[in-house]
């Protein structure tokens, strides 16, 4: 026996080994591991993600193994953490430990290398982040002196509305140019006309990243997949349309630099080159880095806002009696004819329910973006390893019966108290995430929904294509949940 075992090729005795070394890998299951599902060799608990809804299988894994269960995916362990009590204690009390990216994640490497404020992590992330939002801060980012430039917008985006005449109409790629040229404007100091064929086939790349990111996310989990074909992994389809948005970052700032003046600094990009002269090329204002805190920005600025704009439309067609009390709210506190201020929002506790009713039935992003932990550490009695990918189920917060009764109905009055105030629901909506990661943009986006929403229901009855027929409220799913294609009439109010 020996003797056939020292004959054969020490390449193959090699691979051998390290094949069966890979297979005893996944099989082991360290001691005081977050409980889960018994998976299969090579491809763990994979089958369990081909059966049916996500939602479903971590709402039956929730109520077998409690809040915090594993996962093993492939060659990685996932850890999913759920309800909002555990999720504010990983990622608000524990900030320190839960709020990095983890190490090899193969997407990130075929798109931001890593850089940038969304994939980045340790004290680069840190900087990126202050600096960044020092900078956009000087143009207004997140304070009420942006209410001008969103006014501006939404005008536009009304127009567009008004020439539909009251007939059918689906939004396409408004709402995204609406609603990214506020960033535009702070970025890079311009906005797009909405038919600007160049910026619609920009936005529509947007969503063809988005929609790749969710089909290459299995490469994360399974390397072999990424030597096949790119019609089963979308990889390289997500690397082109990420490469070609860098461009047009890239373009930018050669742009502002060909034009910079230093007692002239007109927006984002200046503040950096600026900052360039001064202190070079180097860490956070090295321009790959630079071009990448942009298209964040960028996507981050777009797509959560543009899409929350879609559900609530959708939202209103669907509950006319919703619509309604809105536009009666809109009519008493601001009338008919000037435009809204956010000095109205004090005012109208039933929009600010509506908003917050819609981010949590629409369920935008269900488990945000990857996590990792900076270190070994013990989670509600659970071992965590630093090569663990930590998921953060937002959705079992959204749909928690314990804090929204009848979780899957829509109804914006379940955040307003007996004094018609909002009642501290809304602190339950995780929609932007929580703790350190929380989305840069939330202030914005907020000011953006409110503008936006009661400006809409000021100027246009929204109303189905078909009155019979309604279209589905079932999501596309993915890193973003968004609806279906849709049309709808916005009928002008006299």
């Known amino acids: ?76 362990r996932m850890v999913v953490i759920n309800g909002y009590k555990a999720l504010k204690e990983a990622f608000v009390k524990n900030a320190d430990v839960f709020s990095e990216r983890p190490p090899d994640v193969y997407t990130s490497k075929r798109t931001s290398n890593g850089k940038g404020m969304v ?64 960033i535009c404007s702070i970025s890079f100091g311009e906005r797009y006309a909405h038919d600007d064929e160049i910026f619609k086939t920009l936005m529509l790349t947007i969503d063809n990243i988005v929609d ?61 080159i600026k900052e360039q002269i001064a202190n070079g090329k180097t860490g956070v204002l090295d321009d790959e880095n630079v071009a990448i805190v942009l298209y964040n920005m960028f996507v981050a600025g777009t797509e959560t806002t543009a899409t929350t704009i879609k559900w609530a439309i959708l939202f209103l067609i669907h509950f006319p009696n919703v619509q309604t009390k809105l536009r009666d709210e809109v009519d008493d506190v601001i009338g008919p004819s000037r435009a809204p ?58 749909f928690d019966e314990s804090l929204f009764m009848d979780p899957h109905t829509f109804n914006p009055d379940r955040f307003i108290g007996e004094d018609g105030k909002l009642n501290g629901k809304e602190h339950y909506v995780l929609t932007f995430s929580l703790g350190r990661r929380v989305c840069f943009g939330e202030s914005l986006a907020r000011m953006e929904l409110f503008l936006f929403l009661t400006s809409l229901v000021q100027r246009f009855n929204l109303l189905p294509e078909d009155d019979v ?10 890193v973003v949940n968004h609806p279906r294609e849709f049309k709808f009439r916005a009928v002008k109010i006299k």
């Open 212 to 272: 790749a990111l969710s089909k290459a996310a299995i490469t994360n989990f399974f390397p072999i997949l990424r030597y096949f074909p790119d019609k089963l992994t979308g990889v390289e389809a997500l690397s082109t349309n990420y490469r070609t948005v860098r461009r047009f970052m890239q373009e930018q700032i050669d742009k502002h630099r060909a034009t910079f003046q230093r007692d002239n600094i007109r927006d984002f990009i200046d503040t950096v």
């Open 1 to 76: 026996m020996l003797d056939v075992f020292f004959g054969m090729d020490p390449l193959i005795v090699a691979l051998g080994i390290l094949g069966l070394l890979f297979l005893l890998k996944l099989l082991y299951v360290p001691s005081n591991s977050p409980p889960g599902p018994t998976g299969y060799p090579l491809v763990g608990n994979f089958p369990l993600f081909m059966s049916g809804s996500k939602t479903k299988l971590f709402k039956r894994l929730r109520q077998t193994y409690g809040d915090v269960f594993s996962l093993r995916l492939g060659s990685k």
């Open 469 to 478: 027929n309604l279209p589905s409220l079932e999501s596309v799913p993915g």
């Open 119 to 182: 994939d980045n992590s340790g004290e680069t992330w840190k900087q990126t982040r202050a600096f960044s939002l020092r900078a956009m801060k000087d143009f207004g980012f997140g304070k009420r002196s942006m209410e001008s430039r969103i006014l501006e917008e939404v005008s536009v985006f009304l127009e567009v509305l008004e020439k539909s005449s009251g007939d059918a109409f689906a939004l396409g790629t408004t709402a995204q140019i609406s609603v990214s040229n506020i």
């Open 341 to 398: 201020s956010m000095d109205d929002k004090a005012e109208m506790p039933y929009t600010d329910a509506f908003i917050h009713e819609t981010l949590r039935m629409s369920n935008l992003v269900p488990y945000s973006l990857l996590h990792g932990v900076k270190c070994n550490t013990t989670f509600q009695g659970y071992t965590l390893r630093t090569d663990d990918y930590i998921v953060p189920n937002l959705e079992s917060a959204s």
